[in-house]
């Protein structure tokens, strides 16, 4: 976009990253491109149907497959401790003999740079992955990305396990400012100005620190590290560096928890939203 080098963060949040799809298909629709994509839990997989350039694909995946107890379900959870099933969502459905395939050759001939945020279990940091590690129906780092804590087992990529990369780097706009951008569209599936209180990840931190202690030491802290995160973004916005994209109610959804009636506005409010991104770019 002109002498800016552009970015996209797109932070994921469950089933709110319906929100984030709406998003992406009225950035589609205008024909809008970026320099370099960030992808956040959920956020990860919703970049790569847009990098792929697939309208719609990720909706469907929100609207329709969300609903099936493959996808996500306490079953599930019983069955392999893993609420969503993350080898559905991201190789059977995903793959190219799936019921919705990933168009891979489109997103790896697409000449925007990609990166996958995932928290390494062991250290408790994130690790950026980025195109190298995305092959033809192997997208493990999706599903690293999106491993929740104790919702889920962590994801296993060579060997090393991950979880959520919301739990280490939930709203990397410093990122992407390190990478060379000066104009960034963050978007939240969070109202842009809500801050997380330490509470609700107070307990699955006490579960998660018997076996992976530094990762249950960011996932304690992460209410600080998103709402410091969230505070500069707000303040790169006031300088025209950053624009936030967030929904201004949730429709009732939540991370683990969807409606076919909140889903369907939630995507409603992102594809309208997302008509403010050219303006902010071009500026």
């Given at each position: 976009?002109g002498?800016?080098r552009t970015?996209?963060?797109?932070v994921?949040?469950?089933?709110?990253?319906?929100?984030?799809?709406?998003?992406?298909?009225?950035?589609?629709?205008?024909?809008?491109?970026?320099d370099?994509?960030?992808?956040?839990?959920?956020?990860s997989?919703?970049?790569?149907s847009?990098?792929?350039?697939?309208p719609g694909r990720?909706y469907?995946?929100?609207?329709v497959?969300?609903?099936?107890k493959?996808?996500?379900?306490?079953?599930?959870?019983?069955?392999?401790?893993?609420?969503?099933?993350?080898?559905?969502?991201?190789?059977?459905?995903?793959?190219?003999?799936g019921?919705?395939p990933?168009?891979y050759?489109?997103?790896?001939?697409?000449?925007?740079?990609?990166?996958v945020?995932?928290?390494d279990?062991?250290?408790?940091?994130?690790?950026?992955?980025?195109?190298?590690?995305?092959?033809?129906?192997?997208?493990?780092?999706?599903?690293?990305?999106?491993?929740?804590?104790?919702?889920?087992q962590?994801?296993?990529?060579?060997?090393?396990?991950y979880?959520?990369?919301?739990?280490?780097?939930?709203?990397?706009?410093?990122?992407?400012?390190?990478?060379?951008?000066d104009?960034?569209?963050?978007?939240?599936?969070?109202?842009?100005?809500f801050h997380r209180s330490?509470?609700?990840?107070?307990?699955?931190?006490?579960?998660?620190?018997?076996?992976?202690?530094?990762?249950?030491e960011?996932?304690?802290?992460?209410?600080?590290t998103?709402?410091?995160?969230?505070?500069?973004a707000?303040?790169?916005?006031?300088?025209?560096?950053?624009?936030?994209?967030a929904?201004?109610?949730?429709?009732?959804?939540?991370?683990?928890?969807?409606?076919?009636e909140?889903?369907?506005?939630?995507?409603?409010?992102?594809?309208?939203?997302?008509?403010?991104?050219?303006?902010?770019l071009?500026?």
């Open positions: 976009m002498a800016h970015a996209i963060i797109d994921g949040g469950g089933f709110r990253g319906v929100y984030a799809a709406g998003v992406l298909d009225r950035i589609m629709d205008l024909g809008l491109t970026f370099h994509c960030y992808g956040v839990s959920a956020g997989a919703n970049l790569s847009y990098l792929a350039g697939q990720t469907r995946f929100y609207s497959y969300s609903a099936r493959e996808y996500a379900s306490p079953s599930n959870f019983v069955k392999s401790r893993n609420f969503a099933n993350l080898d559905y969502v991201y190789s059977t459905l995903s793959n190219s003999d019921e919705y990933l168009d050759p489109a997103l790896a001939a697409n000449p925007t740079e990609f990166t945020v995932a928290m279990a062991l250290t408790g940091k994130p690790r950026y992955f980025d195109k190298r590690d995305i092959h033809q129906d192997d997208y493990s780092i999706m599903k690293a990305s999106s491993s929740v804590p104790v919702a889920n962590p994801y296993m990529v060579n060997g090393e396990p979880y959520d990369g919301g739990m280490a780097d939930p709203i990397p706009v410093q990122r992407a400012l390190d990478d060379g951008a104009k960034v569209v963050v978007v939240l599936t969070r109202q842009r100005d330490p509470k609700p990840d107070s307990l699955p931190a006490r579960f998660l620190e018997r076996t992976y202690p530094n990762a249950a960011s996932l304690r802290n992460r209410y600080r998103y709402n410091e995160q969230l505070d500069f707000h303040e790169l916005e006031g300088q025209g560096k950053a624009l936030i994209v929904p201004d109610e949730l429709c009732g959804l939540n991370t683990l928890n969807r409606n076919q909140g889903m369907e506005r939630m995507y409603r409010k992102g594809y309208a939203d997302g008509a403010a991104i050219p303006g902010f071009e500026s």
